[in-house]
């Protein structure tokens, strides 16, 4: 159907998606300002449009997500090879050539129907649900090293968060685990999993890692954590990750 996405770009913009929410869920102006190529109205288009996008702007949506550009390249060159695939054109139905006023009432409550049906297959799906249902979670406040703190090339920290557990489901066997794996090189190290301990619902837990600050400066520091259980499923896919923010300066 005319104007519906093919399978092929859903999948596409649901990874652009995904490599936004791994990259700290910024604002569209602010990847448009890092970007200073498109404006955050074309790069909103780049997962919400009925259309792929120009591989310039889904260029700058990926440099604005620290994204691997030859790998986003050849995933938008494979989906636009599938949409410029050659096509027979639909034959055009001879013109009547009469049509009493009688057929264009009827004829005017199919096409109000068609119109309504493309509306609610084009409405946007749910987010992606917790596996599993009651679980729920909130962020209840940075325990120690607020974000931005200045620290010292060369030497460790203990971050501590505070979570509550919100739903009905007791966590048992949970983690936080870093979402830019695997680790790039002259960033703040840490463990790739840090456990998360049993919390009955409606319970507060602390949550600790260990952080070790790369041997030179000036380097900012942004790390960002999602909940997952033992079997490394995201339990909230569609919340906003937590993170820990340092600047180290000599």
């Known amino acids: 159907m005319p104007g519906e996405r093919t399978p092929e770009l859903e999948a596409f913009m649901d990874g652009l998606r995904k490599l936004r929410t791994r990259a700290g869920e910024p604002s569209f102006r602010k990847m448009a300002a890092k970007s200073g190529a498109v404006s955050h109205a074309t790069l909103h288009l780049t997962v919400t449009g009925r259309r792929l996008q120009p591989w310039e702007t889904v260029r700058e949506f990926v440099r604005a997500c620290d994204g691997d550009e030859e790998e986003w390249h050849a995933r938008w060159q494979g989906v636009q090879l599938i949409h410029s695939a050659d096509r027979e054109p639909d034959p055009a139905p001879p013109a009547p050539k ?39 979670s909130k962020f209840v406040a940075d325990v120690t090293i607020p974000d931005d703190t200045v620290v010292k090339p060369g030497t460790q920290f203990v971050k501590v968060w505070e979570l509550k557990n919100t739903g009905t489901v007791e966590w048992r066997k949970r983690y936080l685990r870093r979402t830019d794996l695997p680790v790039a090189p002259g960033t703040c190290r840490t463990p790739e999993r840090i456990p998360v301990n049993d919390t009955a619902p409606q319970g507060q837990v602390q949550v600790t890692v260990t952080v070790s600050t790369p041997p030179t400066g000036p380097v900012d520091c942004k790390i960002f954590w999602k909940m997952v259980d033992e079997e490394d499923r995201e339990v909230f896919p569609s919340n906003k990750p937590i993170y820990f923010s340092v600047l180290v300066r000599a």
Do not use: F, M, N, Y
């Open 98 to 136: 009469w049509r009493s006023k009688r057929v264009l009432v009827p004829l005017a409550l199919v096409l109000v129907a068609a119109i309504a049906a493309v509306v609610v297959i084009l409405l946007p799906e749910d987010q992606a649900a917790p596996p599993h249902p009651g679980d729920s």
